[in-house]
Nanobody
Framework: QVQLVESGGNLVQPGGSLRLSCAASGSIFSIDAMGWYRQAAGKQRVLVAVITSGGTTNYADSVKGRFTISKGNAKNTVYLQMNSLKPEDTAVYYC???????????????WGQGTQVTVSS
């Protein structure tokens, strides 16, 4: 069994900052990539940022230059540093991980429960 636990969501004023954390635990052989997605009310879930096991990162155009994804010192953790937040960043943010539970076969997608980020004055 695998579990992803997110934290760090909050209410913040425009221009403010937040840091989201995600920790994966359970029966994990390796993780190919970890990332953050977000879903605003009435909209589809979209990719925000992803980091591979090799450290390659990719960002949505809307967050480039403002958000930074990084691996934590603790194993199987990832952070999303969000600066210069805008009201349009308001959404539920979900952690995602491509996890291999054995040393064979393809990885599977796992999701956290989501954490609410609200940017409002």
């Amino acid at each position: 069994q695998v579990q992803l636990v997110e934290s760090g969501g909050n209410l913040v004023q425009p221009g403010g900052s937040l840091r989201l954390s995600c920790a994966a635990s359970g029966s994990i052989f390796s993780i190919d990539a970890m990332g953050w997605y977000r879903q605003a009310a009435g909209k589809q879930r979209v990719l925000v940022a992803v980091i591979t096991s090799g450290g390659t990162t990719n960002y949505a155009d809307s967050v480039k230059g403002r958000f930074t994804i990084s691996k934590g010192n603790a194993k199987n953790t990832v952070y999303l540093q969000m600066n210069s937040l805008k009201p349009e960043d308001t959404a539920v943010y979900y952690c995602n991980a491509e996890i291999r539970r054995t040393n064979w076969g393809r990885p599977n997608d796992y999701w956290g429960q989501g954490t609410q980020v609200t940017v409002s004055s």
